[in-house]
């Protein structure tokens, strides 16, 4: 695997590349996470695959940005400005949370995406926030910028079923927390206050971009019901697929069925592309 930093607008910014023979794939993660969130996508379809995992700006081992470009639309162009510099044309992308929401949001910007696998990260606009989403369950952890270690403790256990990791995974996800900026929550909980994302059902149903969301049903910030709901994302096209006993994180706490559905998804895009 290939460790490499990328100079964008907001600063360096690092990526792990697998190197595979292709079709290539862009993983995002989600907020106060990292690239290497994706360490069992690598294991299991690296080899297979050209894997390009990308730390966003304030996370991992890319540099801090200023507080303005920590919001869904900042990420987007950090998003669109990466796959510029890196000359990616016919790829795909797999975002988790806040990354799927980049994705989402730069969809008019992508005319080289072929397909989109979002993980925890359902579409919304104005009208089916209200069902997609429970309140905050992390007594507003996952918006606030310093906190401690018990605080860390109690946000990476809410990311997650914790019945299902192991002692050293909890604390890899709390490492991801203490590693990102601070001021990256804090921004990005003000920007989704005061109403600035853009109507994700529009652009995605616009784009004609095959998608899939893979949903947790113990997400604690997300309603699985609601999801399965196809009404919920009209006019756009989304399949859904649930997981049993899982929280926000499925591509960590059930590897091995994302694994498999991510490899199908790439197959048939790719097969229907040609």
């Known amino acids: 695997m290939k460790s490499a ?6 600063g360096l910014v690092h990526n792990l590349d697998s190197q595979g023979p292709g079709p290539c794939v862009l993983l995002l993660h989600g907020n106060s996470s990292a690239a290497a969130a994706f360490t ?11 894997l390009l995992a990308l730390d966003l700006p304030g996370h991992g081992q890319s540099a801090p940005a200023a507080p303005e470009h920590y919001s869904f639309a900042g990420y987007a162009d950090a998003l669109v400005e990466f796959v510029a510099r890196a000359e990616l044309h016919d ?7 806040l990354g799927g929401h980049a994705a989402l949001e730069a969809l008019p910007r992508l005319p080289g995406l072929r397909g989109l696998c979002l993980i925890g990260a359902p579409p919304f606009n104005g009208a089916n926030a209200g069902q997609l989403f429970h309140p905050e369950p992390s007594g507003g952890l996952v918006f606030q910028a310093d906190l ?3 605080e860390v403790s109690r946000l990476a256990q809410a990311f997650v079923n ?9 604390s890899q996800i709390a490492g991801f927390i203490r590693d990102t900026d601070p001021q990256v929550r804090a921004a990005l909980g003000n920007s989704l206050g005061s109403g600035a994302y853009a109507d994700e059902l529009a652009l995605l149903a616009a784009s004609a ?12 910030f997300i309603d699985a019901s609601a999801c399965a709901q196809a009404a919920n994302f ?22 091995a069925r994302c694994n498999d559905l991510i490899d199908s998804f790439i197959t048939h895009t790719c097969e229907n592309a040609l």
């Open 5 to 10: 930093h990328i100079q964008l607008a907001t």
């Open 40 to 50: 069992e996508q690598f294991a299991a379809l690296g080899a297979r695959y050209r």
């Open 91 to 97: 790829y795909l992308i797999v975002g988790h949370s």
């Open 148 to 150: 401690d270690d018990v």
């Open 162 to 170: 914790p019945a299902r990791l192991e002692p050293a995974q909890l």
């Open 209 to 220: 971009t095959p998608a899939i969301l893979l949903q947790g049903r113990e997400d604690a």
């Open 234 to 255: 009209w006019p756009a096209q989304l399949q859904v697929v649930l997981f049993d006993g899982c929280g926000h994180c499925p591509h960590v706490e059930d590897p």
